[in-house]
């Protein structure tokens, strides 16, 4: 949420999250316990960021998965945007190995990952991203359109319970 007129954030991202939660907290008051709904948050930056910047994105993240509050509403990080235009996971693969150093250094709550990949087959790095994806140990795959050409992946997707998310229409975009 930015200030009107204006590219400055009117709220820092633990801000946002507990205005979600006061206005979950205000919706669920008012309805019977069996109607209650929850959320959960996805951390997701721009596939275009260049790595260094995405050092301080996971470490942020991080830190909201391990705010004693905030921690149950933040599940994990993922990047998002076009796969083919945009940097590969294995771009930031000197990013991943941070943040997992950084959490086993400091016994912080696992990174869990919900990348976005597979998103077409057109080309070889949307096939690239979905072995990255798996071999980064992602609990969901966003997309996997391109998951069906691989029968060993999916085979490995299967076995790890790595969940697909599947969106055709947003694949025809």
């Known amino acids: 949420i930015r200030v009107p007129g204006s590219g400055i954030l009117k709220y820092n991202n633990s801000e946002l999250i507990n205005i979600w939660v006061e206005?979950?907290?205000?919706?669920?008051?008012?309805?019977?316990?069996e109607r209650q709904i929850s959320m959960r948050f996805i951390y997701s930056a721009l596939r275009s960021l260049p790595l260094q910047q995405l050092y301080s994105i996971l470490i942020d993240a991080t830190k909201l998965m391990n705010d004693p509050v905030l921690?149950?509403?933040?599940?994990g990080?993922?990047?998002?945007?076009?796969?083919?235009?945009?940097?590969s996971l294995l771009y930031y693969l000197p990013a991943w190995m941070f943040i997992e150093e950084y959490i086993?250094?400091?016994n912080l709550v696992?990174?869990?990952?919900?990348?976005?990949?597979?998103?077409t087959a057109w080309n070889k790095q949307d096939t690239e991203n979905l072995y990255d994806a798996v071999l980064l140990n992602t609990t969901r795959i966003g997309h996997g359109f391109a998951?069906?050409?691989?029968?060993?992946?999916?085979?490995?997707?299967?076995?790890?319970?790595?969940?697909?998310?599947l969106n055709p229409i947003s694949n025809q975009m």
């Open 23 to 33: 206005i979950l907290n205000d919706f669920n008051s008012k309805i019977e316990p």
């Open 71 to 75: 921690g149950k509403y933040v599940v």
């Open 77 to 87: 990080f993922d990047v998002v945007d076009e796969e083919d235009r945009y940097n």
């Open 104 to 106: 086993q250094s400091n």
């Open 110 to 119: 696992p990174m869990r990952y919900y990348f976005h990949a597979g998103e």
């Open 147 to 165: 998951l069906h050409n691989y029968p060993v992946l999916m085979q490995m997707v299967k076995e790890r319970d790595i969940a697909i998310e």
